[in-house]
């Protein structure tokens, strides 16, 4: 565990699980309290560093599913098993899962923002009895772009779940269809606690968010992870700053009455 949270420590690359050309997990090693949607800044040195949020937490180990977008992630995807990189954090509040239990809980989300959320629903579809009901609506691109595979296959013994992709290019056994188009058939028992999370791309949360309030969905019950470029990551720079609130301390997860406050 880093001695100092403010400084980075060296991880070793334990694992790398390739999920797609440009998606990859790399399994760290850590040892410390960590929560689901708590971040850490990943970094290289001369290269730079990103902030990823933790997508597994294991004894001694932490997920990063990184998608390969530009100059840092580029070379992150150059280290090997045993490797490393340099981490600190982790960092944001993260997913409090005191928020969902004994209540039904939808989680929506589009790519890699199953990452941040895998977490919630990996403790909630191993606890089954801890909440009263947990659907999961999970939309990629196409069928060559979906992650955690085997953790669908083992979500589904306890948990709804709908996998759809924008374009199954003709394989039907894929569903095709934006995850917002099956909002209106979620069966909710009671709107007064159902709970939703939703992460994903910009475009999808925002039309995602507004399905789930059409439907019946309280804002009090919705929550989001707001991705805002981010630099210290401490609450210092003021780079990730929205008026009073700084996403990297305050969030990056924010209940949407207080998330809807924070669109540029
Ligand atoms: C709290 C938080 C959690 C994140 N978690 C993950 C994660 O789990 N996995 C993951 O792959 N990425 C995650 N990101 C996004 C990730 O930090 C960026 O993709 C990364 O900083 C890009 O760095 P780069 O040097 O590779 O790309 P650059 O060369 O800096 O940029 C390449 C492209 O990526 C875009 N970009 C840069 N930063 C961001 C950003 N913060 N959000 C969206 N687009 C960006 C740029 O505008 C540009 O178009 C997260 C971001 C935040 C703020
Ligand atoms: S990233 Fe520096 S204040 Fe939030």
């Known amino acids: 565990m880093a001695e100092n949270y403010y400084v980075p420590f060296k991880s070793e690359v334990k694992d790398i699980i390739k999920h797609t050309e440009l998606e990859y997990t ?34 001694g180990v932490i997920d990063l599913t990184i ?18 990189l340099f981490l600190r954090g982790p960092y944001g509040n993260g997913f409090r899962l005191e928020n969902y239990k004994d209540k039904e809980l939808f989680v929506i989300a589009g790519g890699t923002g199953v990452s941040p959320v895998r977490g919630v629903i990996d403790y909630f579809a191993s606890h089954a009895d801890e909440v009263k009901g947990l659907t999961l609506v999970a939309g990629f691109k196409t069928p060559k772009d979906i992650l955690f595979r085997d953790d669908f296959t083992r979500w589904q013994k306890t948990a709804n779940i709908i996998l759809t992709t924008d374009n199954n290019g003709g394989d039907s056994s894929y569903k095709q269809g934006l995850v917002t188009e099956y909002i209106p058939g979620l069966e909710v028992k009671d709107f007064g606690t159902a709970q939703a999370i939703v992460v994903g791309p910009p475009p999808m949360m925002r039309f995602t968010v507004k399905g789930l309030l059409e439907k019946g969905f309280a804002e009090k019950n919705i929550w989001i992870s707001h991705e805002r470029k981010m630099c210290c990551g401490l609450g210092k720079c003021g780079h990730c700053r929205i008026n009073d609130t700084y996403v990297c301390i305050n969030g990056p997860v924010f209940n949407y009455e207080q998330g809807k406050l924070l669109v540029d």
């Open 26 to 59: 790399f399994r760290m090693g850590y040892s410390g309290f960590v929560l689901p949607g708590q971040f850490f800044q990943v970094s290289i040195p001369h290269y730079g560093e990103v902030p990823i949020s933790v997508s597994g937490i294991e004894d």
């Open 67 to 84: 998608r390969r977008v530009g100059k840092v992630t580029a070379e992150v995807f150059e280290r090997e098993k045993n490797g490393a």
